[in-house]
């Protein structure tokens, strides 16, 4: 089993084929959004970690160029160890353009353009230097003359680069927008749509002068920029430099032209989507084992239905799959694993820790356990009752070595309520009879010290 996630991969020739959140609605919604509205623009994709925005992106890119738009991607991620983005930008272009550009114009324009950025280039890094270096120097060590001269020659430096910088950007962006346009001997590209994709997880220093350089040296009719990012956690990376009271929303509005919000995809799919990408489907299947296999599919319904009573975010649930992976990887194929029982103790353990430590300690102390299985578990999903049969089954087995008279007089209470009750309870109370008799078996029993302690070591891992 894995234990990172595997990226999604998306074939040019078969863009939706690993569509598992079914997003194709909205990919050519904006695909045709992105084909007609007029450069220049920035528009981001707004979702929370573990969204699918890569993936989304990665197939917004495709179907783009799939219409005869041109399109570049780049991860801003994969690419923050250079020293200024603007050098990312230009790598990432000159790759896609050398298989683009086959008229001289076309190809002049773009020279031109990469020599300007190498001179901005140039030039922001000796002056940054200087300036450094100059607030390292004691002053007050320095002959006034000496200081004189350094302060002048500094001052020199700086106006000289500014005026500089100003005419390279200048050509810069002409360059550009001649290659956008094109003329004389060649057709231009037309409009240019590049995608940055994780921008949130770059270092923030980076991130920031990445959306500087869009906006001052990018902000070119025919150019689109579509990022994807988590709004929210760029907020952080852009008070991690201004400081915490900076109003960075309303700075991370000065570069953003359109917002777009990810919607969040239906829960039992995403949780079957993590279900699958994370190698759980594969790893119960590959056991050959009938029970284990019948494990999976508990899991998946628990989960599924976890997800949706608590209402928990997409990066909630993917910790949640991080957990149990760590656990199943943990526990030998040749013990019972018993996930229904697992992810309750997890969530518990984090949510209710009073609820939790009644089940370590056992006998009456449990009870809560047992009370808050249809609050943490909501009733009225398909497989609700299912799930609350197997964990209360799975909580009787647990504590029938820890305190066999408490379980005796909880089966007792059952046996009354499948004679006495409703029919719904009297159902409900012969399905968890007969699933803890199932799990008094030697194989399929719960054994309630490993299962304690397999839990108490995710406090081991920081997830």
């Not at 084929?17 to 981001?44: C, F, G, H, M, Q």
């Not at 050509?171 to 409009?191: H, N, T, Y």
């Not at 296999?293 to 209402?311: F, H, I, P």
């Amino acid at each position: 089993m894995r234990l990172k996630t595997r990226p999604v991969e998306v074939d040019p020739a078969s863009i939706y084929e690993n569509d598992r959140l079914r997003r194709k609605e909205y990919v050519d919604n904006l695909t045709v959004l992105l084909s007609n509205v007029e450069a220049p623009l920035v528009l981001s994709i707004n979702a929370p970690w573990g969204a699918g925005k890569t993936t989304f992106l990665k197939m917004l890119h495709a179907n783009l160029a799939a219409q005869k738009t041109h399109a570049v991607y780049f991860s801003a991620w994969e690419t923050d160890f250079a020293v200024d983005p603007l050098l990312a930008f230009l790598g990432e272009m000159n790759a896609f353009l050398s298989s683009q550009l086959h008229d001289n114009f076309s190809k002049r324009a773009w020279e031109k353009a990469k020599s300007a950025g190498g001179k901005i280039l140039k030039r922001i890094v000796p002056v940054a230097v200087k300036v450094g270096t100059a607030g390292a120097i004691d002053l007050d060590q320095m002959l006034e003359d000496e200081a004189s001269t350094l302060a002048e020659a500094l001052s020199s430096d700086l106006v000289e680069g500014y005026v500089k910088n100003k005419e390279l950007i200048d050509v810069f962006k002409e360059s550009i927008r001649k290659l956008l346009d094109g003329a004389e001997d060649g057709e231009g590209l037309g409009r240019l749509c590049i995608f940055v994709d994780e921008l949130d997880r770059c270092r923030p220093t980076y991130a920031i002068e990445l959306l500087e350089r869009i906006k001052h040296l990018l902000d070119i009719p025919g150019l689109i920029f579509v990022l994807a990012l988590d709004k929210a956690q760029l907020a952080h990376s852009v008070k991690a430099v201004y400081g915490a009271d900076f109003d960075a929303a309303g700075y991370l509005k000065r570069f953003i032209d359109i917002e777009y919000g990810l919607p969040e995809p239906d829960l039992d799919i995403f949780v079957d989507y993590l279900f699958e990408c994370n190698g759980f489907e594969a790893y119960f299947r590959s056991t050959g084992a009938q029970d284990l296999q019948r494990d999976g599919q508990s899991l998946l319904s628990s989960m599924q239905l976890l997800a949706k009573s608590q209402r928990l975010s997409l990066r909630s649930i993917e910790q949640l799959f991080t957990r149990l992976k760590l656990l199943i990887i943990s526990t030998p194929t040749s013990q019972q694993f018993h996930p229904d029982i697992t992810l309750y103790l997890i969530y518990l353990k984090e949510f209710d820790r009073l609820a939790y430590e009644g089940f370590v300690v056992g006998g009456f102390e449990a009870q809560r356990s047992i009370d808050l299985i249809t609050k943490v578990f909501s009733s009225g999903y398909e497989s609700s009752e299912m799930v609350h049969q197997y964990i209360h089954a799975e909580i009787l087995s647990a504590q029938s070595n820890k305190d066999p008279e408490w379980v005796r007089l909880q089966i007792a209470d059952l046996k009354r309520e499948q004679s006495e009750g409703t029919e719904i309870r009297k159902y409900y109370a012969g399905r968890v009879i007969q699933l803890y008799e199932y799990h008094q078996g030697v194989r399929s029993r719960v054994r309630i010290q490993p299962l304690i302690r397999r839990v108490e070591m995710l406090e081991n891992f920081q997830v």
